[in-house]
């Protein structure tokens, strides 16, 4: 990066923010799925100290950003922190840092690899050139710990149970564990009701005599949410059965968004004015 000429906007899209100080920035860090190691931990803290005050700001995206960098420094810094494996993140019209919660990694209720989900999306996108921001995020099951509903695109894991009734006792711990009451016990056989029934697979495994199985995980893509000074919940767009069918599906959307997204105009937004029955089908055909 030269600073023979100075482009705020240039440098914005490459993680760093001027200041209210003169010649001062801040340089937000890329953290997809905000994993980071003790190294890395370390190193962030030199060189916090060595070129800024000592002081590092935990973003609400997972991130880190590093205070009061001198503009002539921001090149120097830049080296270190690609050396460190924390490079510059992306901030301004483009694709955000990756969100996610733990999912099945760590978390007992996770359904889907929300780290491996989240680093392809972050491989795939991080830091294209969009008409307005883009914020991702992925959750690992129903509960919904990294919001998706409320970022332009998410991905949430879900699992359809199979309850195989004909052996069934009807025992009724499967009702006491589903979470949203969506199994009840008629002629002593359980049964799903299908309206109620969110997709968490609390249900699996809880089974006494083991009926109550895995017919298939997947992954639920919501589309337009935000925050902001006008929130808004995302919608669900369709069920997908593969990470690559995920990967897929964001391509064409980020391809749409690109053409239909007038400059500054939220994706949310976008597809109030498009009309979502008409994005949805020409994205899922």
């Known amino acids: 990066m030269s600073l023979n000429k100075l482009d705020v906007a240039t440098l914005k899209k490459s993680g760093y923010m001027k200041q209210r100080q003169k010649d001062l920035f801040v340089v937000r860090l890329r953290l997809p799925c905000g994993n980071v190691t003790c190294e890395q931990l370390t190193g962030i803290s030199r060189i916090a100290k060595k070129y800024g005050t000592g002081y590092i700001h935990i973003t609400t995206r997972q991130g880190m950003q590093i205070p009061d960098i001198n503009i002539h420094n921001l090149d120097a810094i830049t080296k270190e922190l690609e050396d460190n494996g924390t490079p510059p993140g992306s901030c301004g019209p483009r694709v955000r840092n990756i969100i996610s919660c733990p999912g099945n990694l760590e978390c007992n209720y996770g359904i889907?690899?929300?780290?491996?989900?989240?680093?392809?999306?972050?491989?795939?996108?991080?830091?294209?050139?969009?008409?307005?921001?883009?914020?991702?995020?992925?959750?690992?099951?129903?509960?919904a710990c990294a919001k998706p509903q409320e970022n332009d695109l998410g991905v949430m894991g879900i699992l359809k149970?199979?309850?195989?009734?004909?052996?069934?006792?009807?025992?009724?711990?499967?009702?006491?564990?589903?979470?949203?009451?969506?199994?009840?016990i008629e002629d002593d056989k359980a049964n799903i009701i299908w309206e109620k029934c969110n997709l968490c697979?609390?249900?699996?495994?809880?089974?006494?005599?083991?009926?109550?199985?895995?017919?298939?995980?997947?992954?639920k893509i919501f589309v337009g949410g935000k925050i902001g000074k006008h929130p808004k919940l995302g919608r669900e767009l369709t069920d997908v059965k593969t990470p690559q069918e995920t990967i897929v599906i964001f391509r064409k959307i980020i391809d749409w968004s690109k053409k239909n997204t007038n400059v500054g105009e939220r994706f949310g937004d976008c597809l109030d004015r498009v009309g979502f029955e008409k994005f949805r089908k020409e994205i899922t055909g």
């Open 112 to 143: 889907i690899d929300t780290y491996g989900m989240g680093g392809m999306l972050d491989k795939e996108f991080f830091g294209k050139d969009m008409p307005v921001k883009i914020k991702f995020a992925v959750t690992g099951c129903p509960n």
């Open 161 to 184: 149970p199979a309850i195989y009734a004909e052996n069934c006792t009807g025992c009724g711990t499967c009702t006491f564990i589903c979470p949203e009451k969506a199994i009840l």
């Open 201 to 219: 697979g609390a249900c699996v495994g809880v089974c006494p005599t083991d009926l109550i199985k895995e017919e298939w995980k997947g992954y």
